[in-house]
C-alpha cells in the first residue's frame, strides 16, 4: 500500500491551501484516514481524521478553518485549509487504516510528508 500526498507549498498568511492523499496498491478496504503535521522542533500532532462513514475530527487549533472530506471510489482524503497561519507551517503527514486483503488484518499506512509553509 503507498500513499502519495500532493499540494504544499508557500502561501501568505490568511491564503488557502488544499492537500490530497492517494492510497493505491493491494487494498481491499479503508477504514480511517487523516492528517497529522510535524513542526521543526516539535512532536507530530493530529490535524483531523475522517471515518469511512465520513465522521469527522479536528484538533482545536483548525476548527473552523481546516476541512477534512475523503472520496472512497477514489481511495483519496482531501484537507482543505483556509485562514492559514504561519504556525500552521509544517510537514503534514496523511495516514490509512487499511485492510490489504480479506482476512488480513488492517494497518496503519503513511504518506512522505508533504510541507506547509505560512509566511508573507
Known amino acids: 500500500v503507498q500513499l502519495v500526498e500532493s499540494g504544499g507549498g508557500l502561501v501568505q498568511p490568511g491564503g488557502s491551501l488544499r492537500l490530497s492523499c492517494a492510497a493505491s496498491?493491494?487494498?481491499?478496504?479503508?477504514?480511517?484516514m487523516g492528517w497529522y503535521r510535524q513542526a521543526p522542533g516539535k512532536q507530530r500532532e493530529l490535524v483531523a481524521t475522517i471515518t469511512k462513514a465520513g465522521r469527522t475530527n479536528y484538533a482545536d487549533s483548525v476548527k473552523g478553518r481546516f476541512t477534512i472530506s475523503r472520496d472512497n471510489a477514489k481511495n483519496t482524503v482531501y484537507l482543505q485549509m483556509n485562514s492559514l497561519k504561519p504556525e500552521d507551517t509544517a510537514v503534514y503527514y496523511c495516514?490509512?487504516?487499511?485492510?490489504?486483503?480479506?482476512?488480513?488484518?488492517?494497518?496503519?499506512?503513511w504518506g512522505q510528508g508533504t510541507q506547509v509553509t505560512v509566511s508573507s
Open positions: 495516514y490509512a487504516d487499511v485492510r490489504p486483503r480479506l482476512g488480513v488484518p488492517a494497518n496503519d499506512y
Open positions: 496498491g493491494s487494498i481491499f478496504t479503508i477504514y480511517g
